[in-house]
């Protein structure tokens, strides 16, 4: 709020002018705002308007003048004293420009699949990252929320296309590739332009294969200083969170399980406490956002300047993430306009405070018969009194005790967790445009993006050894230490810093040529570029026993009795080098044909033969209303046919480790590879070697594409929309294979073992009509379809397992014919009743009555492995979005929304259980099975641990993303509008899914916990009241 | 002016051009030193600890456990009744199936360590030592190691490949034995006595170890002559002796001591090494515990030791709730299970995940009772009578007097179990005598003769491998 009080001032100084002259008049558009920069001509002079629309010109009354400005349709009207001019919107969106491959096009002539993305969808959005904010607003770009703070959200285009390989499409910011845009105010933006189809993408070759996201930021427009300050103060609480069982209800729940074990111990009624470890563990947080831009130029240069900060804290005490942004953008026009060189420069300085996810875990298994601190004020434990039947730790002489579940405390947890990020990233560019002669443009550029991030790790080590057992002293403690010399186990704390740099450049320079003949019209782009990325230096430095204050946390004040640790590497970097070039013609804007080739030469497989490829497109496109038999349809306005074949590579592969394993340096070994040993009297080390993994070739994998589609406008271009159908090959997925299990080989390596398809089509519509001049409206909606299918797999390598829950139960499985990494459990088959039902069929291990009944698919009697079979995956089948828009007067109301169906998803959080005695959701409570004939569908209190499809839920879900009001107020005082709005966030949420949020993506490996909530982030939903002015 | 820019566009992009040749692609390693740059080899030595290396995985602290000591009658899977360990739970009730994951992981880790062993042996055969003794030494500890894991296997599977033979057809038991015996009888050859080793060295593979394991391998093959020689050399080598206290054998201070034959090193320090929380998984489980409790001694095992009154090797063998161990460690009344096992545990550091429990493999006293049960089979009473009463008379148990040949055989398997009790020994013991029916049936467990005697081929072999062939009624 400083910051936005800071701006008010600096701008209250701030002062148009006008030079008096013979005409003077104002340029609005359609809803009234005044229209800065509007080109003015009359015959004998030119002029631009004002930041407030206003204009003076030479010219004699009754002259025409001419109003022209990008994106509205020109106008010829004659002069007159103090006229006011209305400018209307050219577009039809067909007419807008995207960003292609080292250059732009109109969208008229695009023969590929690209979506574009306007700034106003995404200031509408406020989020750390503008991924979230463009979530359901194109059809076939998957966006998968995080609400943690500072989180990045995942982006998928077009589906899984890998198993192993880089899943993250490639960012090009202003011409600069980079791997992340956490470090960009979405502000500043002013569009994304997604490339989906291999026609469009493959100029970008072996980087291609998950897509392409082009992002332009705002550059300053001819004219006035434009200064705009935006505010938000936002606060956010849990979506959808989960009831769970009360003290009394788990009490019953746990007692009943005891009674079916055997158990004669027994929880008393009444318990002392009650405690709703959600409430104890998270509260509302806040997220404030601040920025303000100044941008403007004349003729020969413009200029945008910006500064932001945003910060948000999380649902768990202490967690925070901050961000503070500058860029600097400039262009420059020299030589007649021939030169243009265009600068652009952003600093990003972040800050975050992480804290566990696993607190959420915990916090739905504990015990609500824990308290949270005892009344020592220490923090509690799961410890009971079997013989008393009290919680708590003080067990009396001939009375026993034990643990009602080995979950930890929540709260103890998050509070221990020490953790400190600080980041800085800069990124520039430089751009040099010049034209050779008309027509032909020579163009370099070179970007560039370096970082530094430190994190810094603060681990009370005592403090939680003494957190774990409140029995447990300081002097145990202490005499554990003395006995231990040296054993950082015993360490009071240890403290680590790490230090990464990293930096990547690339460096682009091509030729453009564009030539209209008649009605032959001509674009070539040849060029080369070069680039070099994964250049990282990383320390690493760890020490123990620092003083406890905050302020004593150096490496240099740790204590002398244990090693320190430091390790320290430079990374190899990757160095890429590519040619290219694209070929455009069209014939009279009807028929058009397109071309592009990619040359790739990549410095991680120099080892292989082979290290160049190759990846051409083709596309062609068709605009039958330009056919003379179509141009008079009435309400057809544009129509257009296109298809398009692309190859595109995925360089991101995982690489095989080195033929001989050891593990030098601090690792032991243990747990590792078991290479090292200790021998002699003192149990010294020795170092192992042994022999890893088969030696395979690896290179990119390669991604065939075809893509098919139409754009239409229609009924007075109020209808407007695209359909596309796609078909995308992974011809060499890269899998995870496990060597004979008899084999001397001991690691899994990769190896290109099978293919991995994407079908599916996507369809936009988009309707918007002015009932009147005081009312507007808009409807958007994107449905997208995609089919998931793991093809071809080499013979040996089918099968692998994943989805591990972490407690030896696996979840998911690889096989051909299925979509990736697809669910494979045994299927729940209703609920044993009797012990004699049990003993007459088929069962695993000793169940007992109330446990899930398992349904033995291969017939041989026995439960297994075997009897796994396919639920589906949980990648979603189709996603859908919708957007509403209207603008009423001054008042502008929006709705969004998101969904996504035909996944599963798993509830970890319910499913994985140890010991019987975690905590219930109250519906698992109400629904459990009580004896025989009470349920035949959910388990009992005594139930088993087993992955099962009983876990598995639908994962679909449909969510209200934003609903926001605002109202604009216009011209008061300097201020040229100003507009205060109100924002929910994902107020609304329609799932079946009984855990906190289906949108689980994880670590985003197929092979691992996507899909699947165990350590999951809630879902958020957020109140954001916010201002945006303009001077 | 104009030519000027114009031709420095020109410049740039022909540079661009230029530059954007080939060697742009020769990236220098440098988190990695290649091949060429390297100046030093792995010393063969390397690839023999390797070998070792491999018996201190996470295996041995949790699979191996369930399938030698869980699933008889001498443990209980432990820990609390929800948590099944995986499939400890199956494997306790003689439930589970070829798809029990601590059966994989012993096959796997078996064939791991056999393969870690065969390639040594090539890489020191042909890396040109100069020191002959030295060589052959190295050579003879992976053939030790060797014959080592395939003895594990062949116990528990029967036949099974030879892994540098064939990966999928599988090599009848008896050829099995016969490489294991090759192996052994050639690192008799070459290996040092424990005492010829130099200090540094100790707990290497020694000739004892392996006259030792060969003993017991001709015992499973029940060729009492043999085994008979090979454990009175083992006894009258001079080199080892009994450890005067029975409590003792498992701790600290006796690690490599007089009755070790052989084991697994462990040192509790993460920098250093140690066994895969060996520790941590049978510890105490609950308030003061230290531990998941898991291979907990079963209350069968507990009326076997008060039976036969055997006092010292049942307080020695058995946590009990609520006692005070010799180092003064309270075990509260809190913790989870009544029982745990004190083989496991470690005084210096309980619950640490590097543990510093170093896994006696073979000791003397074992070698003992070799040599009295193939005496007796020898029909060589008094050999048999006296090898028992060196074991019994450590821990105050009269002497055993009867010469009948099958009751003394019966007693000297009981001697077996509670000497070698939480050894790792019971199950194939069991199996190897013919008692595993009886005894686990007596136990309440549902053993089915002509299946249980083996373990089944690994149901993910058999994916990859389905020529194979599962055992039998499996």
């Avoid at chain 1, 005891?258 to 947080?285: C, F, H, K, M």
Wanted: proline share 4%; charged share 20%.
């Amino acid at each position: 709020m400083k910051n936005f009080i800071f701006g008010v001032f600096v701008l209250l100084f701030f002062q148009g002018h006008l030079h008096a002259q013979d005409i003077k008049g104002k340029v609005l558009d359609e809803n009234g705002i005044p229209l800065p920069g509007v080109n003015i001509l009359s015959s004998t002079s030119s002029s631009v308007s004002d930041f407030d629309g206003n204009f003076s010109i030479n010219a004699k009354e009754g002259e025409p003048i001419t109003f022209t400005f990008l994106g509205y349709v020109s106008q010829t009207v004659n002069a007159a004293a103090n006229m006011s001019v209305s400018m209307k919107v050219a577009s039809t969106e067909l007419s807008e420009v995207v960003v292609v491959g080292y250059g732009t096009q109109k969208k008229t002539d695009l023969t590929s699949a690209i979506s574009t993305i306007k700034s106003d969808q995404i200031s509408k959005q406020p989020a750390y990252n503008a991924l979230q904010s463009i979530q359901g607003k194109a059809a076939g770009v998957n966006i998968i929320a995080n609400d943690a703070p500072g989180a990045t959200p995942t982006i998928i285009i077009r589906g899984l296309g890998t198993a192993e390989s880089g899943r993250s499409p490639m960012f090009v910011v202003d011409g600069v590739i980079t791997g992340s845009i956490a470090n960009l105010n979405p502000n500043d933006i002013e569009s994304f332009d997604i490339m989906k189809d291999a026609a469009s993408s493959a100029i970008y070759g072996s980087n291609a294969a998950n897509g392409v996201v082009f992002i332009t930021t705002k550059k300053g427009k001819q004219g006035k200083t434009t200064i705009k300050v935006n505010s938000f103060y936002g606060a956010k609480s849990t979506l959808n969170p989960v009831k769970m069982a009360n003290s009394s209800q788990y009490v019953t729940f746990f007692n009943e399980k005891q009674a079916a074990i055997g158990s004669p111990d027994r929880l008393n009624l009444n318990q002392p406490y009650n405690t709703d470890w959600y409430d104890e563990l998270t509260g509302v947080s806040f997220s404030q956002s601040n920025d303000i831009s100044f941008s403007g130029g004349s003729e020969n240069a413009t200029y945008y300047f910006s500064f932001n900060n945003y910060t948000e804290d999380g649902l768990l005490e202490g967690h925070e993430a901050s961000r503070n942004t500058l860029r600097s953008s400039n262009t420059l026009k020299a030589i007649d306009g021939k030169l243009k060189i265009t600068q652009n420069f952003s600093a990003s300085f972040s800050k975050s405070t992480p804290k566990p996810y696993g607190s959420f875990t915990e916090a739905y298994k504990q015990a609500p018969v824990v308290p949270v601190y005892y009344p020592d004020g220490r923090f509690a434990q799961s410890f009971w009194n079997r013989t008393t039947g009290e919680v708590g730790y003080i067990i009396g002489p001939g009375e026993t005790g034990g643990r009602l579940n080995s979950i930890g405390n929540p709260v103890a947890n998050a509070f221990y967790q020490n953790e400190k990020n600080k980041m800085v990233e800069l990124q520039g560019l430089i751009q040099a445009d010049y034209t050779i002669v008309e027509g032909l443009t020579a163009t370099s550029r070179f970007g560039a993006t370096k970082s530094y991030s430190k994190t810094r790790i603060f681990n009370d080590v005592r403090g939680r050894w003494l957190t774990a057992d409140p029995i447990r002293t300081s002097a145990q403690f202490a005499a554990n230490a003395a006995s231990n010399p040296g054993v950082v186990d015993w360490a009071n704390n240890s403290l680590s810093y790490k230090d990464v740099e990293s930096f990547r450049y690339n460096w682009d320079t091509y030729l453009t040529f564009n030539k209209s003949f008649g009605k032959h019209n001509l674009n070539a782009t040849a060029g080369v570029t070069q680039e070099r990325k994964n250049d990282i230096y990383e320390s690493y430095m760890q020490g123990f026993n620092v003083p406890e204050q905050e302020q004593y946390w150096n490496i240099n004040l740790a204590s002398a009795d244990y090693r320190k640790v430091a390790n320290q590497f430079y990374s190899t970097p990757t160095q890429v080098l590519s040619y290219f070039g694209r070929l455009q013609y069209n014939f009279d804007e009807r028929y058009y044909i397109s071309g592009t080739i990619r040359r790739d030469g990549n410095s991680i497989f120099k080892q292989n033969s082979k290290y160049w490829g190759t990846f051409p497109s083709v596309s062609a496109g068709w605009v039958l209303t330009n056919e003379s038999f179509l141009s008079d349809v009435k309400n057809l306005d544009f129509l257009k046919l296109r298809v398009g074949y692309g190859e595109v590579g995925n360089a991101n592969v995982p690489f095989n480790a080195t033929t001989i394993n050891t593990s030098p340096g601090t690792d032991g070994g243990a747990g590792i590879n078991n290479n090292n040993y200790v021998f002699g009297p003192n149990q010294d080390l020795v170092f192992g070697a042994s022999s890893g993994t088969p030696v395979t070739d690896l290179t990119w994998e390669v991604t065939k594409e075809i893509n098919a589609g139409l754009d239409f406008e229609l009924l007075d271009r109020r209808l407007s929309g695209s359909f596309d159908y796609y078909n995308r090959l992974n011809t060499n997925a890269i899998l995870n294979i496990t060597p004979l299990l008899n084999s001397p080989n001991e690691l899994n390596y990769f190896d290109h073992g099978g293919e991995v398809r994407n079908e599916g089509y996507e369809l936009a519509l988009n309707w918007k009509d002015n009932i009147s001049d005081d009312f507007s409206y808009s409807i958007g909606v994107n449905y997208a379809r995609n089919k998931n299918t793991l093809e071809s797999v080499k013979p040996a390598y089918d099968g692998m397992t994943g989805g591990s829950l972490g407690d030896g139960q696996i979840t998911k499985r690889i096989q051909e014919g299925q979509p990736l990494y697809s669910w494979w459990l045994l299927e729940a088959d209703g609920v044993w009743q009797t012990q004699a039902e049990i003993d007459a069929n088929p069962h695993i291990g000793s169940p007992a009555p109330g446990h899930l009944r398992y349904k033995d698919q291969n017939n041989d009697g026995v439960i297994d492995d075997r009897d796994k079979k396919f639920f589906g995956s949980y990648i979603p089948k189709f996603s859908y979005g919708i957007n509403i828009n209207l603008m009423y007067k001054n008042f502008d109301l929006s709705v969004d929304g998101f969904g996504v169906g035909g996944n599963k998803v798993y509830n970890g959080l319910k499913g994985k259980r140890i010991d019987g005695g975690e905590n219930i959701a109250e519906d698992t409570f109400n629904g459990r099975w009580t004896g025989p004939g009470s349920t035949n569908t959910n388990p009992g209190a005594n139930r088993d641990a087993l992955s099962s499809s009983y876990f598995l839920e639908d994962g679909d879900y449909f969510r209200i993303n934003n609903i926001t009001l605002g109202y604009t107020f216009k011209d008061m005082f300097k201020i040229s509008r100003l507009r205060i709005y109100g924002t929910a966030q994902n107020p609304f949420l329609f799932t079946k899914y009984s855990g906190f949020t289906p949108e689980l993506n994880n670590s985003g490996v197929p092979r691992e916990t996507a899909g699947i909530e165990v350590d999951a982030y809630p879902n958020i939903k957020t109140f954001i009241f916010g201002v945006n002015i303009e001077f | 002016m104009k030519i000027n820019y114009k031709k420095i566009a020109c410049l740039t992009f022909a540079f661009a051009v230029l530059v954007g040749c080939d060697d742009f692609l020769d990236v220098d390693s440098r988190e990695n030193v290649t091949e060429e740059d390297s100046n030093q080899n792995f010393e063969p030595v390397q690839f023999v600890n390797g070998i070792y290396g491999m018996m201190t995985s996470w295996d041995y602290a949790f699979s191996y456990l369930g399938i030698t000591e869980i699933i008889s009658d001498n443990a209980d899977k432990g820990s609390s009744p929800g948590d099944p360990g995986g499939d400890k739970g199956l494997l306790d009730g003689l439930t589970f199936t070829a798809t029990a994951g601590s059966v994989e992981a012993m096959w796997t880790n078996w064939y791991k360590a056999i393969g870690r062993a065969s390639y040594s042996i090539n890489y020191t055969e042909n890396y040109g030592l100069t020191d002959v003794a030295y060589k052959n030494r190295l050579i003879g500890e992976a053939k030790f190691l060797r014959a080592y894991h395939y003895f594990f296997l062949v116990r528990a599977f029967g036949d099974v490949p030879l892994q540098h033979v064939d990966l999928i057809v599988r090599a009848p038991k008896d050829q099995v034995y016969d490489f294991i015996e090759q192996d052994l009888l050639e690192a008799i050859q070459v290996l040092p006595e424990k005492s010829e080793y130099a200090p540094a060295d100790l707990g290497r593979a020694t000739k004892g170890a392996a006259k030792a394991l060969l003993a017991k391998v001709y015992l499973y093959q029940k060729d009492w002559q043999n085994a008979y020689e090979y454990a009175d050399e083992v006894i009258t080598s001079g080199e080892y002796g009994l450890e005067p206290d029975y409590a003792q054998i498992w701790r600290a201070n006796t690690e490599n001591g007089v009755e070790s034959i052989f084991e697994v090193q462990a040192r509790g320090v993460a920098l250093a090494h140690g066994v895969q929380q060996y520790s941590e998984t049978q510890g105490a489980r609950g308030p003061s515990g230290w531990g998941w409790g898991f291979n907990t001694p079963s209350q069968n095992l507990l009326d076997a030791f008060n039976a036969e009154g055997d006092v010292i090797r049942r307080d020695a063998t058995i946590i009990f709730r609520g006692e005070t161990l010799y180092d003064g460690r309270e075990v509260s009344n809190a913790v989870e299970n009544p029982m745990y096992n004190e083989k496991a545990y470690s005084s210096a550091n309980a619950g640490a995940g590097d543990g510093d429990k170093n896994i006696r493999v073979l000791r003397l006293a074992e070698i003992y009772l070799i040599r009295a049960e193939a005496a007796n089979e020898l029909n060589n009473q008094d050999v048999a009578l006296s090898s028992l009463k060196e074991v019994r008379d450590r821990v105050n148990l009269g002497e055993i007097t009867t010469r009948d040949q099958a009751l003394l055989r019966t007693l000297i398997w009981k001697e077996r179990r509670l000497e070698l009790a939480f050894e790792h020994d019971r199950w194939f013991d069991l199996v190897r005598t013919g008692q595993a029916a009886q005894a686990m049936q007596a136990n309440g467990k549902p053993f089915e003769v002509g299946k249980h005697e083996l373990f089944p081929i690994p149901n993910a072999q058999l994916i990859q491998t389905p020529a194979m062939g599962q055992n039998l009624n499996w």
